[in-house]
Nanobody
Framework: EVQLVESGGGLVQAGGSLRLSCVASGFTFDDYAIGWFRQAPGKEREKVSYISSSDGSTYYADSVKGRFTISSDNFKNTVYLQMNRLKPEDTAVYYC??????????????WGQGTQVTVSS
């Protein structure tokens, strides 16, 4: 059974940092593009960042470029999202997602349960 389990969310003041983790199990980690989406109340789900396990290429939404960094540890089957200089508009539920046999994420095959990130002003 494929599982994506997120952790690391919480409450932080504007300008602070958080690191999200997503542990993947049940599939061969190297064969996937894996990353993060977020959804704020009343808004559509937004693609935030992803990394390709095959070539290490990355994607960042314009809204997080220069502030967020995605990385992966294939030995631990874990992907991280380091979030710095957080803003109140970063407040959302963050979801880990993976797409099979791809170097990009367009339509994820698997989703985590989500972790809440709240940034206070």
């Amino acid at each position: 059974e494929v599982q994506l389990v997120e952790s690391g969310g919480g409450l932080v003041q504007a300008g602070g940092s958080l690191r999200l983790s997503c542990v993947a199990s049940g599939f061969t980690f190297d064969d996937y593009a894996i990353g993060w989406f977020r959804q704020a109340p009343g808004k559509e789900r937004e693609k935030v960042s992803y990394i390709s396990s095959s070539d290490g290429s990355t994607y960042y939404a314009d809204s997080v470029k220069g502030r967020f960094t995605i990385s992966s540890d294939n030995f631990k089957n874990t992907v991280y999202l380091q979030m710095n200089r957080l803003k109140p508009e970063d407040t959302a539920v963050y979801y880990c997602a993976a797409e099979l046999g791809a170097i990009t994420i367009a339509t994820p095959d698997y989703w985590g349960q989500g972790t809440q990130v709240t940034v206070s002003s």
